[in-house]
């Protein structure tokens, strides 16, 4: 078991976060946006960044060759669609895609919006993490938490109503 401290200040012990939070055992701030056979797509549960999705498998894999044919077509398909619906709901313009494989969770895609307010870290994949820190530390404020969730529920209400 792991500790691991969400953004919002809670530490939960799990085996692996993103099994707990695809079947339900965690609900991440905000709740599901969207939900497939195979994917659940969530706002990441440790940066407060809006419209920053994971998009993870149900199944417990680590990489792209372990998916099915089923699965690769699902995650295609719902990856593109969740990009349209961050750019037409949230105005994102520009995302970085990431995905490791020497993860202690399994396998999921982050979709990290570039903000103007990012590009003192840099523009590129090394500007990330940096990101990802001053989000979680300098940016967690009510307020900013608050537009994170409208984000989440703005995404979720365009997924439910099928005009992604």
């Known amino acids: 078991m792991r500790q691991i401290t969400l953004s919002n200040g809670k530490t939960v012990e799990v085996e692996c ?11 991440p701030d905000g709740g599901v946006i969207v939900e497939t056979e ?5 706002q990441d549960v440790a940066y407060p960044i ?17 998916l099915t044919e089923e699965e690769k077509l699902d995650y295609i398909h719902l990856l593109t ?3 349209k619906a961050q750019r037409e709901v949230l105005g994102i313009e520009y995302v970085y895609y990431f995905y490791n494989e020497d993860t202690t969770h399994h396998f999921h895609t ?11 870290f840099g523009r590129s994949v090394e500007s990330l993490r940096p990101v990802l820190l001053h989000a979680r ?9 608050e537009d994170v969730l409208e984000g989440i529920r703005a995404l979720a209400k365009a997924f439910n109503e099928s005009s992604i």
Do not use: Q
Request: include cysteine; glycine fraction near 6%.
């Open 17 to 27: 976060l993103s099994c707990a939070i695809t079947s339900g055992v965690i609900e």
């Open 38 to 42: 195979h994917f659940h797509a969530h």
């Open 50 to 66: 809006k419209g920053l999705i994971i998009l993870a498998s149900k199944r417990h894999i680590f990489s792209f060759d372990e």
């Open 81 to 83: 669609k969740l990009r």
């Open 110 to 120: 982050w979709m990290v919006p570039r903000y103007d307010w990012m590009g003192d």
């Open 137 to 145: 530390k300098e940016r967690n404020t009510k307020e900013m938490v």
